[in-house]
């Protein structure tokens, strides 16, 4: 699903993408911070609205993952909801907020803090 978003090819038929998400949702409990955000970020870029159960999946693992989470994996989790326009559970927020505050120095303000501002 990212490497489909980031070639940015002719936007993928409806089908492949329930099945991507499918597959996704199937997984997502192996994934490590930036696959979070990765995933999430490939949705913004293929203009698709992931279902409500993938994105309660994704949310349950970076919640439980949220002591691991770097700068940049945190900014763009945070910025994917706000551009998919989803309303980030509460967990999660308090969870990267939290762990934002531990990582405050190693923020690189050029970069995360500009999708942060998607906020």
């Given at each position: ?19 991507l998400e499918a597959r996704?949702l199937a997984v997502c ?91």
């Amino acid at each position: 699903l990212h490497t489909l978003a980031k070639t940015r090819c002719r936007p993928p038929c409806a089908d492949m993408l329930r099945a991507l998400e499918a597959r996704v949702l199937a997984v997502c409990g192996d994934f490590e911070p930036q696959q979070v955000a990765n995933i999430l970020w490939a949705f913004v870029t293929l203009r698709h609205q992931p279902s409500k159960e993938l994105v309660g999946g994704l949310q349950v693992r970076a919640v439980a993952l949220r002591i691991d989470f770097i700068p940049q994996a945190i900014a763009n989790t945070l910025w994917a909801f706000a551009a998919l326009r989803l309303p980030p559970n509460e967990a999660l927020v308090a969870g990267l907020i939290e762990r934002a505050v531990v990582v405050q120095d190693d923020f690189n303000p050029p970069g995360d803090c500009q999708h942060a501002v998607g906020i």
